[in-house]
């Protein structure tokens, strides 16, 4: 755990140096990304009159995998800055609330590197919903997310 602490770190100052070969629009798209799902997700517990409690981004390994392969594909530089510093800070400024930083979006972080790198049986099926052609991306984590509450 310590070592994930400082490599989270490590990330964090990279980014604030700004030495990545990703684009800031590229973020802001990442970050656009779940607020649209954000969005879905509140108005499906409207729908079953529940209270919404957050956007699932890594509480599963399923959906680790579903926003990890999108995340990847609206990622504009080189691999190795993906997983060390665009998914942080597509967290980092998610979880962003008017100048205040919640520390959720390290856990988030982690959760979801944690699981790209284990590469369980959930993580991979949730990659392969996200992969396939058949509906659109809002569809797919509708459907993931209806599932989830159930």
């Not at 100052?13 to 070969?21: E, Q």
């Not at 993580?123 to 392969?128: A, D, I, N, S, V």
């Not at 396939?132 to 991306?137: A, E, G, I, P, T």
């Amino acid at each position: 755990m310590k070592n994930l602490f400082v490599t989270t770190w490590k990330n964090y100052f990279k980014v604030l140096a700004k030495k990545l070969t990703y684009s800031k629009k590229a973020v802001e798209k990442g970050v656009d990304y779940l607020i649209d799902c954000e969005h879905e997700a509140i108005n499906i517990c409207e729908d079953k009159k529940i209270q919404f409690e957050r956007l699932p981004i890594s509480e599963t390994d399923r959906f680790s995998g579903f926003h990890y392969y999108n995340f990847k594909k609206i990622c504009d530089g080189q691999s190795k800055d993906f997983e060390e510093a665009f998914i942080m800070e597509i967290c980092l400024y998610y979880y962003k609330k008017d100048f205040n930083y919640d520390p959720e979006w390290e856990d988030t972080y982690n959760n979801l590197i944690s699981h790209a790198s284990r590469k369980t049986l959930g993580f991979r099926e949730g990659l392969k919903i996200a992969q396939k052609k058949d509906k659109s991306n809002m569809a797919k984590f509708k459907q993931m997310f209806k599932n989830y509450l159930k």
